[in-house]
């Protein structure tokens, strides 16, 4: 008995082993014909199961010596790119590579070259949505489809996404931007116009950019603390934006978004009569965030299902639910909405395409442009020249006039091509919310693409990432100049808004002004002095067809914050951990800079341990501590020899 089980066991264990070294095998001799640079792995870094227990394996593969992980390990660590990407890719001294693993093969590019070819060639290199499926479990949507299906999600939701709207959202961003100011001041800041330590950034711009997008994306009035809801709200409105869960409901709207985001890995993994039982917060809390998220959509839905039946015009602002609920139930026939898929006339979305699509928009409305937010006010107390160079264009532009009369056509464009729209730009640059983009070479045939000068043939159904984070500090694609700061010899690493001022002639030109002073921006004559990326360098976006349907929205909601923000205030980091409220008062310029260095030091390693769960952004409870006062009240950032 012991020896057939021995046996059984054996033939299992040699079957494995076979599978894993012939699909090894295979896959080497796949990457090999490409002529590219390659890494092997012993199992794939995408796998689910090495995602969830790496943090076992790391510590002890690196118990064996150097030689053997130092050329692959990195590739097995989440977010990498992020972290240490430059050194690997100069490491391999190629800009695109391969990876070879038993079960998969994947290619890895920063080839500003080879991104600019995937990103326009959408029928050759379309999208790999398996890698999407973490947001297509709500329905099918815009983001998480390909091919035909795509075109008829892209032509329903892009119907929402025009100029009327983005003005719509200017004026939406500049008021929820005054509500989350009233909130940190408080009143007892209000009097002496200086906030105290907030540690809650992130959670506080998440509020805020889900405000904005809740409001002109869904009609939905959503609140900050201390704020109530206009007396003559539609009552099937408000519930929404109740600080406390309405009847029928366990949490607030807000809330069941923030969970449902937070916990989007495990409602992904377990279904949902798991969750329900285990007796784990993370559980509990996924179980909570799903179940009341979908209640509201489904009530949201079933709500505009019935307008629009009744015959109502879609309301005001983008109405994304309005236009995906009209696009589908259509007031002019009798169909009901239980009968409506019998009669299909045109492409008409299902309730679950309906709710993927709302959600989609939710999700990548909101945490996007919501880490830009936080990054980019993080950055601007890290670099108080930046910030003081801020300040005067928008002083230029807006002097002391009331953010509620600012007029969208007038503004946008001269605020975004200041420097509020280079430190929007310079924050994309270095922490883009989406790392990598995937693609896949399509599985009908191999592809053969260009990389400096020579052909490479690519399989079919290759898996691609376009590493942006690592493609955007790449010094063969951006001038740079030798840090000042650090003494590395590019300034790539750096926060530094002034390079979008920098003038590039062409990418082989660019070279050779290094070192030379390029001079700034002064005054109103910007657009003929930005700075222009090389094609496929620059993807915060993407690019091609495929690129974000929300971009113009993003970098509106951007420019208002910021004007509105730095108008009439400044970011401080907090310097509570070295030196207290009374001793800073006390203090002389050169010791208040010493502090504050060490505030400095302290903030950009907390930034560096950013990584990626749906978007780059601090996860575990990791934040750096900042303070806001009254322009004229700063007790660091002012300082001329602060930078
Ligand atoms: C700073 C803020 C934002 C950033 C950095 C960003 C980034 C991106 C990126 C990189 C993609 C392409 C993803 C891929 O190909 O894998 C994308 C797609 C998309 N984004 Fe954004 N986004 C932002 C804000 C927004 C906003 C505000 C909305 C909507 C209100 C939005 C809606 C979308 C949609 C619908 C797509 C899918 C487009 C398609 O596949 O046809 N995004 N975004
Ligand atoms: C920001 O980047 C975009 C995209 O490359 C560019 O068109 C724009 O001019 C940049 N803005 C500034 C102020 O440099």
């Known amino acids: 008995m012991a020896y057939t089980l021995l046996a059984a066991l054996g033939v299992v264990v040699a079957v494995a082993l076979y599978r894993t070294i012939a699909g090894l095998r295979k896959n080497i001799a796949k990457a090999r014909k490409t002529g590219l640079v390659y890494i092997v792995t012993p199992v794939s870094p995408i796998s689910l199961a090495w995602q969830l227990t790496f943090w076992i394996w790391v510590p002890l593969i690196k118990l064996l010596p150097k030689s053997q992980w130092e050329r692959w390990l990195f590739v097995m660590l989440p977010e990498w790119g992020y972290s240490t990407g430059q050194k690997h890719f100069e490491m391999l001294g190629s800009e695109t590579f391969l990876v070879a693993s038993p079960t998969t093969l994947q290619l890895y590019t920063q080839s500003a070259e080879v991104i600019h070819t995937m990103t326009q060639r959408r029928e050759i290199f379309p999208k790999d ?48 931007t005054r509500g989350m100011l009233d909130m940190w001041f408080g009143p007892e800041g209000e009097k002496t116009g200086r906030t105290g330590p907030i540690r809650t950034l992130e959670h506080d711009t998440m509020t805020w950019a889900l405000n904005i997008i809740g409001y002109v994306g869904f009609g939905l009035r959503l609140l900050w603390p201390g704020q109530s809801l206009p007396k003559d709200i539609d009552p099937r409105l408000a519930k929404y934006g109740s600080l406390k869960p309405p009847a029928g409901h366990t949490l607030t709207f807000a809330d069941s ?32 965030g799903k179940i009341n998220y979908l209640q509201y959509m489904d009530e949201f839905l079933r709500d505009k299902a019935d307008e629009t039946l009744a015959g109502a015009p879609p309301s005001e602002g983008m109405d994304i639910m309005g236009h995906l609920v009209q696009s589908s ?10 009968q409506k898929k019998s009669t299909p006339t045109h492409p008409k979305l299902t309730d679950s395409e309906i709710i993927g699509n709302a959600f989609i928009m939710i999700v990548a409305g909101h945490e996007t442009t919501a880490n830009t937010l936080h990054f980019t ?17 928008i002083d230029a532009l807006l002097g002391t006039s009331d953010p509620s009369t600012w007029d969208y ?22 922490m883009p919310p989406v790392t990598g983009i995937p693609k896949v070479v399509t599985p009908e045939q191999d592809q053969v693409i260009t990389i400096d000068g020579k052909t490479h043939v690519l399989p079919a159904g290759l898996a691609c990432t376009l590493v942006a984070v690592c493609a955007q500090r790449n010094p063969r694609w951006w001038p740079t100049r030798p840090s000042e700061r650090t003494g590395k010899a590019d300034d790539l690493d750096e926060f530094l808004p002034e390079r979008w001022y920098r003038v590039r002639k062409d990418a082989e030109e660019e070279k050779e002004e290094v070192g030379e002073d390029y001079g700034g921006f002064q005054g109103s004559d910007v657009s003929a002095a930005l700075y222009r990326p090389v094609r496929g360098s620059y ?11 929300g971009r113009r929205i993003a970098m509106v909601e951007m420019g208002a914050v910021l004007a509105v923000i730095f108008q009439g205030y400044s970011i401080e980091l907090d310097v509570g951990e070295w030196a207290g409220e009374k001793e800073v008062e006390g203090m002389g310029a050169e010791e208040r800079r010493e502090v504050y260095r060490k505030a400095q030091e302290k903030s950009r390693a907390v930034i560096r341990e950013a990584d990626s769960i749906l978007t780059l952004k601090l996860h575990g409870g990791r934040h750096v501590p900042v303070r806001f006062v009254k322009r004229g009240g700063e007790r660091f950032v002012s300082d001329p020899m602060l930078s």
Not at 383 to 388: F, G, K, L, W
Not at 409 to 430: F, K, Q
């Open 129 to 176: 949505v398996a890698k999407y499926t973490v947001l297509d479990m709500f329905g099918s949507n815009v983001l998480t489809t390909e091919g035909a299906l795509w075109r008829m999600h892209r032509k329903i939701t892009s119907a929402s996404f025009n100029e009327k709207n983005a003005a719509h959202t200017f004026a939406e961003a500049i008021s929820q």
């Open 257 to 288: 978004v923030a969970l449902t985001l937070e916990r989007i890995v495990s409602i992904m993994i377990l279904p949902e009569s798991i969750l329900r039982i285990l007796p784990f917060k993370f559980a509990r809390e996924a179980y909570k």
């Open 329 to 338: 139930y259509t007031p002019t026939t009798t169909t009901l909405p239980s």
């Open 377 to 393: 006010l993080l950055e601007l107390a890290n670099n108080p020249a930046a910030q003081r160079r801020l300040q005067r264009d």
């Open 409 to 430: 056509e007038r503004l946008v464009s001269p605020l975004l091509a200041s420097h509020v729209g280079a430190c929007v730009n310079e924050t994309l640059r270095l």
């Open 539 to 549: 993807i915060p976006f993407s690019d091609g067809p495929r690129s974000c349907l």
